[in-house]
């Protein structure tokens, strides 16, 4: 009886085993699951346009162009120009825009530091479909030239005084230089960003917001380092804040604007919500 009761248990075990293998097949390739979504969103009336993608880490306008046909992503491929970045003269400039001129993807100029106002011209600037910056480059309260990407070039000695002096530097930013996008929006050095909720307060944020709409400057949702916050993105789009969406590779991986899509649904943005050049 007892040989008998144990066969019975082994039977009805390999039973559920195999019921639940059929229920539950195993997951789909997440590249699989982004394009599914990407294809969901573009039948809903959305454009799905990547425009903070960079040929990096040995990527090539063919390999963009083969990815952005298989996801069916759009692509707008930026250069950074600026002190101590690829293209730093007018003459490098234009030299680069009449190399990649003719692909079919949008040519974006990502402006880097504060000194890109003075370093190239509006003519070579107008070649191009839009120009974008961020904040992470900036000098100081002691003049010291700060990237907030660089761990040994962030000075934080109090963060609420260090917030403040950075949301101001982004303010000025976007009142005083001549840009279609805002990207990299609200990034933290490393030091203190496990307070980003903390740190950015109704009243910093609500800051930038006014300058983005004073500005008529749309606002990334960064897939790379996830920012904003959808509570940023809720409170800029009640404010009528346009929006775009940005990859920001670093190397040769663009992607499926994961962290985008999400926010997309999270927010309640629609596609009128939305910015392209």
Known sequence: MTHY??????????????????????PKNPGDT?????????????EIIDLHA????????EQLLEHSQKTGIKYGVAVN???GFPIQNDSDLSEYYHSVKDYP???????????WVNTFSPDTIALFDYVFTDALTYYDHKGRRTRLWM???VFVEDADSFMNYYV???????????????????FLPEIIRERYDELWTENRMQKVIDALTGNDVALEINARYKIPSAEFIKKAKEHGVKFTLGTNNGADDLGYLEYSLQIIEKCGLEPDDFWKP
Request: some cysteine; aromatic content about 8%; hydrophobic content about 40%.
């Open 151 to 153: 761990k040994n070039e």
């Open 5 to 26: 009761i144990i066969n019975k248990l082994f039977s009805l075990l390999f039973l559920v085993i195999l019921f639940t293998g059929c229920n539950n097949p195993a």
């Open 105 to 115: 993807v949008y040519h974006g100029m990502q402006a880097e530091g504060r000194e």
């Open 168 to 186: 101001n530097q982004i303010v000025e930013i976007l009142n005083n230089e001549s840009i279609d996008i805002y990207v990299n929006p609200t």
């Open 34 to 46: 982004g394009i599914l979504k990407i294809d969901s969103l573009t039948k809903a009336g959305y």
């Open 54 to 61: 960079h040929l990096k880490g040995g990527l090539t306008m």
């Open 81 to 83: 120009c600026g002190v």
